[in-house]
């Protein structure tokens, strides 16, 4: 039996036991693929109750896109997405490539580390950290570790 879509399957979806919490880390490696369009990188929280097919608040959402050579973050609030973030020093992706995102949730932000270097921050607008329990990561990429 053969599934014409396999993006979805593909798709990590964890759980963020207890929510993010200041120093705390997320750790995302994985291989690129050879000819890759997109990437996602998701924290959120749970739907809300009795509202299933409505996704609850993204704490930090990360859409890296290789064309572009663009990492823009993003959030969403009781269903409205806020302004993107996009200004970036350097784009530390390459096709084909192995890499090691860590996400480190600090008091006022996340911290986005590339390979042991500083890529970007993003500030907090969902407050309630620990309700941030959900984590997707997606796309273009072979993932070989989630912690």
Not at 37 to 58: A, F, H, I, K, N
Not at 120 to 142: E, I, K, Y
Request: proline letters at 5%.
């Amino acid at each position: 039996m053969s599934d014409s879509t396999p993006r979805s399957e593909k798709d990590y979806v964890g759980q963020i036991k207890g929510g993010m919490r200041p120093a705390m880390r997320i750790i995302v490696m994985g291989i690129i693929h050879k000819q890759p369009r997109s990437m996602l990188v998701t924290v959120s929280c749970p739907p809300r109750e009795g509202d299933e097919e409505q996704e609850g608040d993204v704490g930090l959402q990360l859409t890296i896109k290789f064309p572009e050579r663009a990492v823009i973050r993003n959030y969403r609030l009781n269903g409205k997405w806020g302004t993107e973030e996009s200004n970036l020093s350097f784009f530390p992706f390459a096709a084909g490539e192995s890499f090691k995102m860590e996400i480190v949730c600090e008091h006022q932000q996340f911290r986005i580390l590339v390979d042991g270097q500083p890529l970007c921050g993003f500030t907090h607008r969902v407050t309630q950290l620990a309700s941030l329990t959900s984590l997707r990561v997606g796309g273009d990429l072979q993932l070989t570790k989630v912690a």
